[in-house]
């Protein structure tokens, strides 16, 4: 429903997901809020959506795990909207090299164009992987 743009249907349904402890329904209602303007109203959530992140990634495997979205991106963009942007919001900066691999390449533009940006980075930014 979010998805298709049914922000104010999906609201009540949501909530209830999210008092019945469904680990995904958090980011999915502060999307919602987000889609009817009421951005302050999701930051809650999407802090509730950044605690259980890693048990929803846990749930899944292969290829869907890197389809997930990342509520921390999501929370980053709602305190920066807010005017309360915090450190590490965003997940922090990964360190690079990666731990164990001191003489690793940092990935290349290969995949950029292909829509794969998002699965693996362009590369080394002020000694950060993106």
Same mark, same amino acid.
């Given at each position: 429903?979010?998805?298709?743009?049914?922000?104010?249907?999906?609201?009540?349904?949501?909530?209830?997901?999210?008092?019945?402890?469904?680990?995904e329904a958090p980011y999915w209602l502060a999307k919602?809020?987000?889609?009817?303007?009421?951005?302050?109203?999701?930051?809650p959530w999407l802090r509730r959506a950044v605690e259980a992140h890693p048990e929803v990634v846990r749930g899944y495997g292969g290829m869907t795990r890197l389809a997930l979205p990342d509520p921390r991106?999501?929370?980053?963009?709602?305190?920066?909207?807010?005017?309360?942007?915090?450190? &590490? #919001? =965003?997940g922090g900066c990964a360190p !690079?090299?990666?731990? *164990?691999?001191? &003489? #690793? =390449?940092?990935?290349?533009?290969? !995949?950029?164009?292909? *829509?794969?940006?998002f699965l693996i980075p362009a590369g080394p930014a002020g000694g950060c992987a993106p």
């Open positions: 429903m979010v998805r298709r743009g049914a922000h104010a249907d999906a609201e009540p349904l949501l909530r209830a997901a999210c008092d019945d402890g469904h680990m919602a809020l987000r889609g009817l303007g009421r951005t302050e109203e999701a930051e991106r999501e929370l980053a963009e709602v305190l920066t909207e807010l005017g309360r942007a915090e450190a &590490g #919001a =965003a !690079w090299p990666p731990p *164990g691999r001191p &003489g #690793a =390449a940092p990935p290349g533009p290969r !995949w950029a164009g292909r *829509g794969l940006r």
